[in-house]
């Protein structure tokens, strides 16, 4: 009979971050919410942009908890060059789907919508201040903006389809 590691190479991978998760639970719910939300946007989000999605500041003493735990991965931008010099905030890649299982559908719709929302408002700045000339250097920066984002934002289209995949018609439940 085989055992369960000869089954599943990720089984001490995924014991451990049930472990780490079960832990953390217990000493700060809050701050699986920021893991669970880190986890729908796969493309990472820099410190003030967070702060826009979280409504405040209070992510940043969640975030040290995460760190603490090795569930929250910051570097320092370096290759966009509209964001150098800002600390992103991501999930190690693996992390990201396990962090979305965590949600039921009603906080999973409510964490979409929070990225969605987001992300609309930096897609709505783009599109209205498209075809003016002098503005010029203004949509160059936020074309390289929407490169930043384009992770996340196909993140959340992927989300829609998954979602209406497993529950059906998505008009009234993500989208």
């Not at 910051?74 to 800002?86: A, M, R, V, Y």
Request: aromatic share 10%; with cysteine; proline share 2%.
């Amino acid at each position: 009979m085989q055992n369960l590691h000869e089954l599943n190479p990720n089984f001490s991978l995924k014991v451990s971050l049930d472990t780490s998760i079960a832990h953390m639970k217990r000493e700060n719910e809050k701050a699986i919410e920021l893991f669970c939300l880190l986890g729908l946007l796969p493309g990472g989000i820099t410190e003030n942009d967070l702060t826009v999605v979280w409504g405040n500041e209070e992510w940043v003493v969640l975030s040290e908890h995460l760190r603490n735990a090795s569930l929250l991965v910051e570097k320092i931008e370096t290759q966009n060059i509209i964001s150098i010099g800002q600390r992103k905030y991501s999930l190690l890649p693996f992390m990201n789907k396990y962090a979305e299982a965590l949600l039921n559908s009603f906080e999973l719709k409510r964490e979409h919508e929070r990225c969605v929302s987001f992300l609309f408002s930096i897609l709505k700045r783009l599109f209205n201040d498209s075809g003016v000339e002098e503005k010029r250097q203004e949509q160059d920066r936020l074309r390289m903006l929407l490169l930043d984002y384009e992770t996340n934002i196909w993140s959340c289209i992927y989300r829609v389809c998954d979602f209406n995949k497993k529950y059906g018609n998505v008009d009234s439940k993500i989208a």
